[in-house]
């Protein structure tokens, strides 16, 4: 039977219509095997929306990724960021709220050419540039080996003795029920007090950034994304009195001796 000349060019051994397209080099790269399962997953979520003309435009927001299964804004904010460390997408624009999402291209297409990136976007793209990442800890192996271990005692396996050589010991009951250090009730809490910093603000932020996180703050309703909107409010910021009256001092001391968020984490909440 003759090869039916139609079909040349063509990949007929698959099912018809488009296909995500992911580079053995992007795989097998120690950046993309660092990730967590939910970063695999949101990567092939980004790219599925690339359509030849418009890396740079895809969309990893709440709204989108709602209808595709995704529930927790908290899986996608730290599998974006997950992603955003490994160099394999670049984010071309910031999204604000309420209705405006962010952009973002993925690093092995070429960055195309659409209008509305943020500015410094375009020129900060650099493609394969998660070639460079290394995976920490890649080694799991022990550097003594694998071989099995000998779980019997130098001395051999003679019945020891379960008195002490110096003879059993009495107990005291005479003590004070008190510990030396005080009562645990009476030992001031270990986090620091954020009230000495009321006015303090962090250096290196751009005023813009906080005039508009300190907007976006009063639209977010307290709730389970608190301990996010404190930490990345203080990355965009804000003074501990602008957070103390969102939320509260103990709330606030709390979140912040976790560390300081991304100020794009802020915008991921309501995103």
């Known amino acids: 039977m003759g090869r039916d000349r139609r079909n ?9 219509g488009g296909f995500i397209a992911l580079p053995w080099q992007v795989v097998d790269s120690p950046a993309y095997m660092g990730l967590s399962y939910p970063a695999k997953s949101l990567l092939i979520e980004i790219d599925r929306q690339y359509v030849r003309d418009n890396n740079g435009r895809l969309l990893a927001s709440r709204a989108y990724l709602r209808k595709r299964g ?46 509305g990136y943020d500015a410094g976007a375009a020129e900060t793209f ?11 800890n890649a080694s799991l192996k022990p ?25 059993s010991m ?19 809490s270990a986090l620091p ?11 290196g932020v751009p005023e813009a950034v906080t005039r508009k996180a300190a907007k976006h703050l009063t639209k977010i309703s307290r709730g389970k994304h608190d301990e996010t909107v404190i930490r990345a409010g203080r990355g965009a910021g804000l003074t501990i009195e602008q957070l103390i009256k969102w939320s509260d001092a103990e709330t606030v001391s709390r979140s912040l001796a976790a560390g300081v968020l991304p100020y794009r984490d802020l915008w991921m909440v309501t995103t």
Do not use: Y
């Not at 995704?70 to 309420?98: C, M, N, Y």
């Not at 650099?126 to 920490?136: L, Y």
């Not at 550097?143 to 003879?167: H, K």
């Not at 007090?193 to 250096?203: C, W």
């Open 193 to 203: 007090d954020v009230r000495q910093q009321i006015n303090d603000k962090p250096v």
């Open 126 to 136: 650099q493609r394969g540039c998660f070639v460079s990442m290394v995976i920490q």
């Open 143 to 167: 550097s003594s080996g694998t071989d099995r271990l000998q779980i019997v005692l130098s001395c051999g396996t003679e019945t020891l003795s379960v008195v002490p050589s110096s003879g």
């Open 170 to 188: 009495s107990g005291n009951f005479d003590a004070a029920p008190v510990p030396s250090g005080g009562h645990h009730l009476d030992t001031p």
């Open 70 to 115: 995704w529930k927790s804004q908290d899986v996608i904010s730290r599998a974006l960021r997950e992603l955003i460390e490994a160099k394999l997408i670049h984010q071309t624009v910031q999204g604000h709220f309420p209705k405006t999402a962010s952009w973002f291209a993925v690093t092995w297409r070429n960055l195309d050419r659409i209008t």
């Open 8 to 16: 040349r060019g063509h990949d007929t051994s698959r099912m018809g």
